[in-house]
């Protein structure tokens, strides 16, 4: 694959990051208050497109498709995920009204994992896409 055709997917991740320091630097989100457990699911929801759009960004870049490769693959996505979601938390707590939140950071985690591991069973089963 060209590198013109991968740019847009590591856009796409870097302007995801810049969104969610954008909105980690509000004091307040309005519609957060809708039920219980809502922001967790807005971290699980918003670090599964993190690593989905990792896995777009850097897939292509892989020589070798074999399964240590996708593994490597999906570790790198996880851990990229958490170490930003822990840079967040982080800035979050510089911010009035806001507050760093393990919770929070292990909702973000588990949001990389569901899809890291997801995509990773995809591209073994079917190829990646």
């Not at 309005?30 to 967790?40: A, I, L, T, W």
């Not at 699980?44 to 497109?49: D, L, N, P, S, V």
């Not at 979050?92 to 994992?113: E, H, N």
């Amino acid at each position: 694959m060209s590198k013109i055709f991968r740019m847009p997917w590591f856009a796409a991740l870097l302007g995801w990051c810049v969104l969610i320091y954008l909105l980690s630097a509000q004091s307040h989100l309005p519609g957060m208050d809708g039920f219980p457990g809502q922001d967790k699911l807005m971290h699980m929801t918003a670090y599964a497109i993190m690593a989905w759009l990792f896995w777009r960004a850097f897939l292509p870049l892989l020589p070798l498709r074999t399964a240590s490769a996708l593994m490597r693959l999906a570790v790198a996505a996880v851990v990229f995920c958490m170490l930003y979601g822990l840079s967040d938390e982080w800035h979050q707590s510089f911010v009035a009204g806001r507050m760093a939140d393990g919770m929070d950071w292990l909702a973000d985690t588990l949001g990389a994992l569901w899809v890291s591991a997801g995509y990773y069973r995809w591209c073994q089963r079917h190829g990646p896409v």
